[in-house]
């Protein structure tokens, strides 16, 4: 239904020109991958970018590492149809920025090398937990990688207006295609050159889509917000938390789930494996503080500007139209750029701005998932092919041959299970991502870096415990079975789960899993530290030495 | 930089000086309150948009409510607390660090 009516809707002019600003933007891309191929020589280089991006680079990399699709068409959807709960998820995104400041970013770049391994195995027995290590890091970017890339092929849809099936496909083939090229042959330099003209991107796109939705409004927010509420036919409701998350109908467990969402968000982004890689591409653990502030900075203006384009698509769209052309809202950002556009510019205004929100969304998701990808591949060639199969004895040419092979792999098996994950309700992904992240991968690193006591039984606890409990709760949670969406209107029921209408085996009552699974994580990790006898003294002293003050760290290669 | 990792001993003896003792304090007695402070802060903010629904709805001007001040203080609150850690860090932590750093390396100091 939502296709059709987006097939009549887009213009051919509109078509073309989306497609020319994203082929312009690829073109570009492979240009630069070309160049950034040429400069990567050593494993730092392919891994780390050399380390020798400034903190200013780096910062705006993180910007373009985290910013998914999710957050731009995600969130300006969620507050488009939902109102103010949309802003739950923004601040959740921002504030967890301060976990990986405070206690994770600086210490990791003293200590580690290439990966999140790097420092969870440091004074470990190595394959036990460089095994754990890749396990975690490849089921988390395996997560957010099918959630965006399934959400590429929907994209693709609504925005050039080709509906089927064999669209999809070939867009989903097409994203993994460009990833798979910009990290095997770019690799980390490459890679994060992506990210920074993506985040110039995003932010110019959203940046000029405040300021018109704010002209609109005469810079009056009181107005921008009244107008929404009234469009959206909710009225004040509209304006305040409750309407999607944690509703008066839902009682406790919705209010449980809220919390459990929440710390899922706030502890999850420190513990994902491809925005950790991110410190390893400066020289000091002083840039990598310097990148981290410059990338709050910036993912916290990105945040506050998502206000404007949820409030001003229910504004100025209305309700109907985005749900007419997709559910979930996720078109919300790009007809408010139509939309305001054409009131400030006229209509071809309309078309230019919507093809190039188009564009910049594409930009977004094909930058998130090379991260990811590139995150992946690194840990299997560095922990588990090199660490864990050969010892650490493997030649370092090998090893990097090995990381370009797996970026290939795990690239064609993400294409492979988007492809087939496109029928089924998987926009529970990113959050369990981040549940992965924050119930297995925040306490390993949190006790290695802070835990004196902390040893290999207590890694692989925490890391197989965590990533066990919640992906475990979220199999018999909701939204994999018996989650059932009852259209308002006419009644009809449909499944908001993974499983279809009338499979039904959950018995955990949450969507997020983290409130259980995090602790969970913590206790099995302390747990497991203390069920073993193992203490290594010395790379204890080194390791809290050298992370704190930087001492025998990995330099910056010159070239 | 081998030597340094071989030279166990002598991190084992610096780990427990007393000069380690105040570069450890320097940074935990900032990082771990602040992080205490952060996120009881933002899970008072997740709880009042789940508990306090009459509070937050409280409209201040216009149609902003207090879940928007809420809100938009969490922004300030993340930018302000980036600001003064940065601040600390160059101030407190970083002289003691490179202090400890040079003596580990023989003087040389990491550029």
Redesign the interface.
Known sequence: MSAVLAATEVSSGQQALTSALFLSFVAITLYITFRASRATKTAADYYAGGRSFSGLQNGVAIGGDYMSAASFLGIAGIIALSGYDGFLYSIGFLVAWLVALLLVAELMRNSGKYTMGDVLAFRMRQRPVRAAAGVSTIVVSIFYLIAQMVGAGALVSLLLGVSSETAKNVTIVAVGALMIFYVVVGGMKGTTYIQIIKALLLMTGATLLTIMVMFQFGWNVSDLLGTAAKESGKGDAFLEPGLRYATEAQGLTGKLDLISLGLALVLGTAGLPHILIRFYTVPTAHAARKSVVWGIWIIGSFYLMTLALGFGAAALVGPEAITAQDPAGNTAAPQLAREVGAEVFGTTGGTIMLAFIASVAFATILAVVAGLTLASSSSVAHDVYANYVHRGEAPEGQEVKVARISAFVIGAVAIVLSIYAQKLNVAFLVALAFAVAASANLPAILYSLFWKRFNTAGAVAAIYGGLISAVGLVIFSPVVSGKVKVDPATGEETSAALFGLGTDFHWFPLDNPGIVSIPLGFFFGWLGTVLSKEHNEYKAAELEVRSLTGVGMEKASVH | ?SD??QD?DR??A??NSPE?AR??KA?RGF?FP??AV??SW??L???A???A?DF??TEL?????V??VF??L??VS??L???L??RH?EKKV?PL??R??DE??GGVS?R
Do not use: C, H, K, P
Request: charged share 15%; aromatic share 22%.
């Open positions: 930089m340094i990792r166990s991190l084992v610096m780990q380690f570069l450890r940074y990082a602040m992080t952060f996120l933002y899970l903010y997740v709880l948009s789940g508990w629904r937050m709805g001007w216009g149609n902003i409510n879940a928007y809100g938009l969490q922004f993340t930018f607390i980036a600001w850690y940065e860090m970083d660090a490179a400890i750093r580990l390396e990491v």
